[in-house]
């Protein structure tokens, strides 16, 4: 086992991770800008380091002064949480060959999960069914023109090295498509610099459903449930819960083969995802393969009842799977709290938390890095807090999890704590009707 | 407090080594704050793949010291308390950080003379130590020319990014 970790991230994921560490006896070594010296990962863990200035792409994005970090700090391992560097296969290629270990998926896994046209294609070949769209990357509008024409429209056009919601454009006819096709590229190369594009059917009113996948290095590959992350805002996630009210034993565990089939095409180790989009009439596509932990894992974590961070630790350093595959008990719920002004079209709201108050009580569970005091600096992700509500039954943990965000405080700084309680407190959330269209429905009329 | 006491209040902190002020009194409080020094342009080193053989083509890195006085607020960094000190009885020092993470190496090569010493004079550009990175060595140079008052670090020690390397007193270019 690892006696020495260093986590590249910040934030509640880095918090996380040090806790994780806490608990198994390893040293934990958490890596900081310039403007999170004051961090809670900095004082947290049992060493830390300076990295760089704020800017992101100077210090938790710069490989050389990470990989440096950990070499005079003496890591065995690195934990490089979600975002930054967490599926970027350049990086875990090196970690393989400065002898530091990766706790994630191998490099060539990470590659062909952030390929999404080629791994679809792979997948697809492995029986599981994805989205009717273009074999590839598409060359020119001509070519997009035609493949829309026989798939039908709406569509919606992708970038292959696209995330989190940009890169992405629907076109409903000829006109719109060719706009589409040149803008999602344009957005794919300035963001990702890799303009291709490539064709997806848009499936209307469709779920977000995704499955839960660990795998370790001696050829076991489980699912571990769903979750439903359909309540979201700008392609952004807000709202997660499992189990997902749209499945039924059957469909979950027809999914869940799926999910596992997809990771075996991929040659995935620890923890991942597969993600489905799962449309009225109960058929589901594969859309994309997310190798890293989730955001919304507590949710599993809380139904399933398991540590996936503490797993991810003990697979990365060569043990077998301890988890098994069963049935969620109880359902869990997240809600997102973000430093942002709901009622601005969610402009981030930087500044000073100038006094915090967690809830607590059954079923409530609080992943953050807040502190009275903190300021949210202006250089990185928004998300403040997960608040996470646990019950026997559905309505047990809306009850809770609705009754957490009440009383959960942050003075000083806009939050999406209200917005989420308005809306698992819906009639509309209540019966379990989900879909990404719910949360303008709660949102000021723009003029 | 009326305007022009808090007018006086400002202007004492405009010309103070202070960065922060708060001050509260019957129901008021005001706090002052200087702009962050701004922000070092991204250091121009590169970094390239580490070299199989080991040994890896010397990289030029611009140190940027902290600018220079008057009052020099050295900016409290927390690691090095000498600084402080050293700052606080001599106010004509200045100090060249650390422009990355890695490991304080003085000389070229092991057994090899310091690029500098404490008293000797650098000049603009000279190497004043290396920072090792992934088995990049990447060579830290003086951004004008100074006098070495102190070097702050130990060879072979750690470094993070943003500490202070050497404490130097900037000269007149000749």
Known sequence: MFRRILIANRGEIAVRVIRACREMGITSIAVYSKADQDCLHTSLADESICIGPPTSTDSYLHIPSIVAAAEICDAQAIHPGYGFLSENPKFASICRECHIGFIGPTPEAISLSGNKSECRAKVKSAGVPVVPGSEGLIRDPDEALKIAKAIGFPVLVKASAGGGGRGMRIAHNDVALKNAVSMASNEAAAAFGDGGVYLEKFVENARHVEFQIFGDNHGRLIALGERECSIQRRHQKLIEETPSPALNHSLRNKMAKAAVRAAKAIGYTNAGTAEFLLAPDNQFYFIEFNARIQVEHPVTEEVMGVDLVKEQIRVAAGDPLRLREGDPHGCAIEARVYAEDPDNNFAPNPGTVTRCHFPGGPGVRVDSHLFSGYTVPRYYDSLLAKVIGYGETRDEAIGRLAGALDEFTTEGVKTTANLCARIIQSDRFRRGDLGPDMVDLFLPKMK | ?174
């Open chain 2, 1 to 174: 407090m009326d305007l022009e006491q808090f007018r006086e209040l400002i202007r004492i902190f405009e010309e103070s080594a202070l960065s922060q002020v708060e001050i509260e009194e019957s129901g008021l409080r005001i706090q002052l704050k200087k702009p962050e020094p701004p922000v070092a342009p991204a250091p121009t080193y590169a970094i390239a793949a580490p070299h199989p053989a080991g040994h890896a083509a010397p990289m030029m890195v611009q140190a940027f010291p902290q600018t220079a006085p008057p009052p020099a607020p050295a900016p409290a960094v927390p690691a090095a308390p000498s600084v402080a000190s050293v700052a606080a009885e001599d106010e004509g020092l200045v100090t060249i950080d650390s422009p990355l993470v890695g490991v304080f190496y003085a000389a070229p090569a092991p057994g090899e003379p310091p690029f500098v010493r404490e008293g000797d004079v650098a000049e603009e550009k000279q190497t004043v130590c290396i920072i090792e990175a992934m088995k990049v060595m990447n060579e830290v140079v003086a951004k004008f020319p100074c006098v070495i008052e102190k070097i702050l670090v130990q060879n072979g020690e750690p470094i993070e990014f943003g500490q202070p390397l050497f404490a130097v007193r900037p000269t007149e270019p000749a």
